[in-house]
């Protein structure tokens, strides 16, 4: 079956950078777009950006752009997120999630389980 | 950038009474690109709906979706004990994803 398979918790301090990992199986990696949402504690959901497995291409949120870098690894079909110089305030949860198009309609779907990331002195 | 605006942001409703939770978009948004997720905590987001009004695989019927433009309504017409969640709407237009603050489903 389709799935998402992200890495582990992540504790960093302020200024630091994190990567997260997102592992997909159970479908052609390069045949979907692949996004980043996260979500603060008690928050709703916010997306920062796709990227494209198949060329690398990538548009990212405006309110992300210089921080957040998405590349990817086809020879392991996995996708990775990295955000730097990090704030207290981007402790969150954060999801990648496939998305699927077809008959010109868009959505998510699955998404990874999510990765805890805290940023704390 | 389109704002989604849900409300309302608590629904408090007993097991097997219908649930209506709305989706307002600050520009008219394309049916095509209009879905709705549930989360419970602890968990990922989940796809119920596409398309405005598409049920996803394995979602039960007393899920549906409807609207256009810039309202949009996700309807769950008989409340289920798994069905106490939080929902979510989402929009894709002018090259970037926006999703609505979410209503929260609560046992009353």
């Known amino acids: 079956q389709v799935q998402l398979v992200q890495s582990g918790a992540e504790v960093k301090k302020p200024g630091a950078s994190v990567k997260v990992s997102c592992k997909a199986s159970g479908y052609t990696f390069t045949g979907y777009y692949m996004h980043w949402v996260r979500q603060a504690p008690g928050q709703g959901l916010e997306w920062m950006g796709w990227?494209?497995?198949?060329?690398?291409?990538?548009n990212y949120a405006q309110k992300f752009q210089g921080r957040v870098t998405m590349t990817r690894d086809t020879s392991i079909s996995t996708a990775y997120m990295e955000l730097s110089r990090l704030r207290s305030d981007d402790t969150a949860v954060y999801y990648c999630?496939?998305?699927?198009?077809?008959?010109?309609?868009?959505?998510?779907?699955?998404w990874g389980q999510g990765t805890l990331v805290t940023v704390s002195s | 950038e389109i704002v989604l605006t849900q409300s309302p942001g608590t629904l408090s409703l007993s097991p097997g009474e219908r649930a209506t939770l709305s989706c307002r978009a600050s520009q008219s948004v394309s049916s095509s690109y209009l879905a709705w997720y549930q989360q419970k905590p602890g968990q990922a987001p989940r796809l119920l709906i596409y398309?405005?009004?598409s049920r996803a695989t394995g979602i039960p019927d007393r899920f549906s979706g409807s609207g256009s433009g810039t309202d949009f309504t996700l309807t769950i017409s008989r409340l289920e004990p798994e069905d106490f969640a939080v929902y979510y709407c989402q929009q894709y237009g002018s090259s970037s994803w926006t999703f609505g603050q979410g209503t929260k489903v609560e046992i009353k």
């Open positions: 999630a496939r998305e699927v198009a077809e008959k010109l309609e868009l959505w998510f779907d699955p």
């Open positions: 398309g405005a009004s």
């Open positions: 990227i494209n497995p198949n060329s690398g291409g990538t």
